[in-house]
């Protein structure tokens, strides 16, 4: 069992930057998979970026090129840097740890820090 707590999130004009942490409250250096999804009104929750044990990272086409991931193991943290913000990067952002265990995937959420973008 792993607990995660989002910080970061806040109101923020189009073009701007904010940075998402994710503190876990124990190690994640065996995790899996670390991940950031997000989810807008009346839209499914979405992967925004992971990345995996070994450091390989992936970010959704909407995000590539604006959005960092990245993962802290001595602090237990994962980060979201988010540069040139747009209107529709709006939405609640949650931090996702995976953790694999005798061939068995287990999934854990954090609450959620809303984003918001707009001027």
């Known amino acids: 069992q792993v607990q995660l707590v989002e910080s970061g999130g806040g109101l923020v004009q189009p073009g701007g930057s904010l940075r998402l942490s994710c503190s876990a409250s124990?190690?994640?250096?065996?995790?899996?998979?670390m991940a950031w999804f997000r989810q807008a009104p009346g839209k499914q929750r979405e992967l925004v970026a992971g990345i995996s044990t070994g450091g390989p990272t992936t970010y959704s086409d909407s995000v590539k090129g604006r959005f960092t991931i990245s993962r802290d193991n001595a602090a237990n943290s994962v980060y979201l840097e988010m540069n040139s913000l747009k209107p529709e990067d709006t939405a609640v952002y949650y931090c996702?740890?995976?953790?694999?265990?005798?061939?068995?995937?287990?999934?854990?959420w954090g609450q959620g820090t809303q984003v918001t973008v707009s001027s």
């Open positions: 124990r190690s994640i250096s065996s995790m899996f998979l």
């Open positions: 996702k740890a995976v953790h694999r265990e005798f061939g068995r995937f287990f999934d854990f």
